[in-house]
Nanobody
């Protein structure tokens, strides 16, 4: 059973930065998703097992960076230039293969989520 534990969420002003972490073991492609109140869960970013391939949602390109340290079994989401519309619960997910994907249906394991709130 893969257990995913997110951390690093919080309250930040617009233009600020946060780094989310996800502790996870296994040779999986990993992804970050988010869900804002009243909205569907949406893809944010994903990374392959080796870290060589990454995908980003258009809304976060140039502001968010996904990375991983397999020695520490941790995946990161560095977020800069945060906007109020980035406010959401952010979820870490592990896929069924080593490849990254933007499709939530291809992720098998999910964390409990961490709240990110960006004030204007």
């Amino acid at each position: 059973q893969v257990q995913l534990v997110e951390s690093g969420g919080g309250l930040v002003q617009a233009g600020g930065s946060l780094r989310l972490s996800c502790a996870a073991s296994g040779r999986y492609g990993m992804g970050w998703f988010r869900q804002a109140p009243g909205k569907e869960r949406e893809f944010v970013a994903s990374i392959s097992w080796t870290g060589a391939r990454t995908y980003y949602a258009d809304s976060v390109k140039g502001r968010f960076t996904i990375s991983r340290d397999n020695g520490k079994n941790t995946v990161y989401l560095q977020m800069i230039s945060l906007k109020p519309e980035d406010t959401a619960v952010y979820y870490c997910a592990a896929g069924s293969t080593s490849s990254p994907t933007y499709n939530a249906a291809e992720y098998v394991h999910w964390g409990q989520g961490t709240q990110v709130t960006v004030s204007s």
